[in-house]
């Protein structure tokens, strides 16, 4: 079965903060990619990253860092000093195969207060 | 950029009403999908779409639901007889290739209330 688990509900930080948003994942699949969605107050869902099972190397992206560890399944996401504007509903996703089925956490809903 | 668009931003509709939420696609990519979120939970997926036909759907996705590419850039979900659960944001995405091969573009979203 294929599964993504977001234990983490809702998390509150205080601006400048550093904070990770964690992703449990389960699959059979050998090859697979990982996602992680952003979904602001409007709504919409933006595309942060995608890595795929062979790629274990941890990616930063100015204050954005992701850490995939096949070992534990996981694929943790840090924001470091966070902003007001980072505020939203963060999701982590799963893929395998070719028919374009993301699997998506529960997500978790992030409060940076001023 | 490129983006996916989607029509209408939100409908409201009775129970037992059709709807029909459209969705413009990415130019050059042939891989079409609709996904699903209920107020407060977890985005669902519910069908791709390739070379025009169903290439998976969930078990969500009943004899209720039904997409079609009527023609060469618009990606429509159907919903027949609508009832009060279907009320959700419905997202629209596209990829140029296979899911594995790139990533998948999600429009803004379609809120569908259902009184």
């Known amino acids: 079965a294929q599964k993504v688990t977001q234990a983490q509900t809702e998390i509150s930080v205080v601006e400048k903060e550093d904070v990770t948003l964690d992703c449990v994942y389960e699959?059979?699949?050998?090859?697979?990619?990982l996602f992680w969605y952003k979904q602001p107050p409007s709504g919409e869902l933006v595309f942060l990253i995608r890595?795929?099972?062979?790629?274990?190397q941890n990616e930063i992206s100015g204050r954005y860092s992701w850490n995939f560890q096949k070992s534990t399944s996981s694929f943790n996401f840090t924001i470091t000093a966070s902003q007001v504007v980072d505020s939203a509903v963060y999701f982590c996703?799963?893929?395998?195969?070719?028919?374009?089925?993301?699997?998506f956490g529960q997500g978790t809903t992030l409060q940076v207060k001023p | 950029e490129p983006e996916v668009t989607q029509t209408p931003s939100h409908q409201v509709t009775q129970m037992g009403q059709e709807v029909i939420l459209r969705c413009v696609p990415i130019?050059?990519?042939?891989?079409f999908y609709w996904y699903r979120q209920i107020l407060g939970q977890k985005v669902e997926f519910l069908v791709s779409?390739?070379?025009?036909?169903?290439?998976?759907k969930s078990e969500i996705f009943d004899d209720q639901f039904s997409v079609e590419r009527p023609d060469g850039s618009n990606f429509t979900l159907k919903i027949r007889s609508t009832k009060l659960e279907d009320s959700a944001m419905y997202f629209c995405?596209?990829?140029?290739?296979?899911?594995?091969?790139?990533?998948?573009?999600f429009g803004e979203g379609s809120r569908l209330t259902v009184l």
């Open positions: 890595r795929n099972s062979f790629d274990e």
């Open positions: 996703a799963l893929l395998s195969g070719n028919t374009g089925k993301l699997i």
């Open positions: 130019s050059n990519h042939l891989y």
């Open positions: 699959t059979r699949d050998t090859t697979y990619y």
């Open positions: 995405a596209s990829s140029e290739g296979g899911s594995n091969t790139g990533e998948l573009f």
């Open positions: 779409f390739y070379n025009n036909e169903i290439s998976e």
